[in-house]
């Protein structure tokens, strides 16, 4: 049971009783969640825009998104503890209300400077927001049926969020301005503060809440330099591949067979210093946690068999699902020559297969437990992303990108609902905002691993067709052997995207034992496994 500070603290949920409020409570936290969710892709259509009207160049455009994922996966952990000692309802305001001063200073920015400040300020705010609203939650609804709810609306959100802010940023950046892509967090973010203050209650966890500094700035720094330095291997990838396929495409237009072979982005080597500096940095963190008395993520939450589990197969979903909406989104504007906004239309399948799947999985939960809707949505997932392998370059949308991405949405439904139950089971009112910070975090990490070895793997495959191609005797059109060059990447991205989800089902077969009668029916720890 939450403990208020004094008798006139705000009213909290006790274990006992369900909070009356707790469904308002859930449609005001969903709306931020989605705010977290859609800035990480909603820029991503409106690069060029920003670029052009703000003159930043292609060497340091990679910023716009990456100032965003850097401040928030390597903030999440202090994030998660702030909220469980400050309180997760004010760390929730603070953070609505941080998130929206920086939406509106990245839509006035005049410079590429105001603007990387205000992405970073934007990740800052959000790794307060994200783990304060699923602690949250979690302290909300303690009857297993409507936890499984509750998280059903999280894991459609969790799932569909990234294509709806390709669709949002799409139209915004046609039909309004680029600076929308942030404005339009305004109205929502305030619109939750507003509804928060008297909807949702105050809890915070009880017992001893000292903070950890040592280990914060451990954790923060490392996971921020792990996240960049994964970072700068996708884009070595990116740059080298676009430069050799530039020259390529000019050799073989004088009739030369001498062909470029783009230098991987793992010979980056500032790259490797940040990764290993990272990984050194997180292993240091880890002995501190073990050691110091107030740790900042008690190794209990970590090294229990259904949380870990449920962390690693977080991490792979992570790595494998950007593989998704990354080269999907190519796909549809550089082969099949699609707006912005008809793309991010194009890309809505998986969403509604998300919401189909959220719903079906919120009430199987309770009824046969986490893990069969864990491994049955990993392997969904990867069906989808196997069956986007065989993408051409004329393929028609109907026959293979939409079923693709419903099977994907389906998976993916089926695999967050219960993921984001299982990661907090046992965690204890304590710990809630760690747990939930842990799962976020494994997902921010898993998306940045991911996209640089998909990127790697897609350069690789787009280099060697290439070079096979534009090396043999016969006469080819270079555009033609380009375009499909391109596919040959996307292609290859998506297989081993759909490896990755399959690792992410095997995981959860072998390492999660909870079963339905494991789910807590309160706040109490539950230990299991």
């Known amino acids: ?61 990679q910023w716009i998104v990456t100032a965003y994922t850097l401040t928030f996966g390597g903030f999440l952990l202090l994030g998660g503890r702030i909220a469980d000692f400050w309180g997760r309802k004010r760390t929730y305001l603070v953070g609505a209300a941080g998130f929206a001063i920086a939406s509106a200073l990245g839509g006035i920015a005049q410079n590429e400077g105001m603007l990387f ?41 969790a799932g569909g969020g990234s294509a709806v802010g390709l669709l949002l940023g799409g139209v915004l950046t046609e039909y309004a ?38 280990g914060a700035v451990l954790i923060t720094v490392g996971l921020a330099a792990i996240v960049y330095g994964f970072t700068r291997v996708a884009e070595a990838s990116q740059t080298n591949a676009g430069e050799a396929q530039a020259a390529n495409g000019q050799i073989a237009a004088q009739g030369g067979r001498d062909f470029v072979t783009p230098a991987s982005g793992w010979t980056d080597g500032l790259a490797w210093v940040f990764i290993v500096g990272g990984l050194v940095l997180v292993a240091l963190f880890v002995l501190l946690e073990l050691r110091t008395r107030n740790p900042l993520l008690p190794m209990r939450i970590v090294l229990d068999r ?12 992570g790595a494998g699902l950007i593989g998704a909406f990354f080269f999907l989104s190519l796909y549809f504007q550089q082969v099949l020559g699609y707006e912005p906004v008809v793309a991010g239309v194009a890309s809505l399948p998986t969403t509604l297969g998300v919401f189909i799947s959220a719903g079906a999985a919120s009430a199987l939960v309770p009824r046969i437990g986490p893990k069969p809707l864990m491994v049955l949505g ?23 990108a939409f079923p693709g991405q419903l099977l994907l949405g389906l ?37 940045s691993i991911g996209t640089a070895v998909l990127a790697s793997l897609s350069v690789g495959a787009i280099s060697a067709y290439s070079a096979d191609v534009l090396a043999s005797p016969t ?22 995207a759909a490896a990755l989800l399959v690792l992410g089902a095997v995981a959860a077969a072998l390492l999660i034992k909870a079963t339905k009668d494991d789910l807590p029916t309160g706040d109490a720890p539950v230990h299991v496994g």
């Open 1 to 61: 049971m939450t403990h208020p500070s004094s008798p006139s603290a705000e009213p909290v949920t006790p274990a006992s009783e369900p909070y009356e409020k707790r469904w308002l409570a859930l449609g005001v936290i969903a709306m931020t969640v989605l705010l977290v969710i859609l800035d990480a892709t909603i820029v991503n259509i409106a690069l060029p825009a920003v670029s052009s009207d703000l003159g930043i160049s292609a060497a340091t455009q």
């Open 117 to 157: 400040a205000a992405r970073a300020l934007q990740g800052v705010f959000g790794a307060l927001l994200a783990p304060a609203s699923l602690a949250l939650l979690t302290v909300l609804f303690t009857d297993p049926k409507e936890r499984a709810k509750a998280f059903g609306v999280y894991g459609a959100i």
């Open 177 to 214: 301005d680029w600076r929308w892509c942030f404005w339009v967090n305004l109205p929502v973010a305030l619109l939750a503060v507003v509804l928060a203050i008297p909807i949702v209650p105050e809890s915070k966890a009880p017992g001893d809440t000292k903070y950890d500094i040592p």
């Open 306 to 317: 259904n949380r870990g589990g449920a962390y690693l197969t977080s991490t792979l979903v």
């Open 378 to 400: 990993g392997l969904l997932a990867a069906a989808g992303l196997f069956t986007m392998s065989f993408l051409g370059v004329d393929s028609g949308f109907w026959a293979l």
């Open 411 to 447: 998976g993916l439904g089926f695999t967050f609902v219960p993921l984001s139950n299982l990661a907090l089971v046992g965690a204890g009112e304590h710990d809630a905002g760690a747990a939930s910070a842990m799962l976020n975090a494994t997902q921010q990490v898993g998306a």
């Open 475 to 496: 006469p080819q059109d270079p555009a033609a052997v380009a375009l499909q060059a391109q596919v040959e990447g996307y292609t290859t991205a998506f297989t081993w």
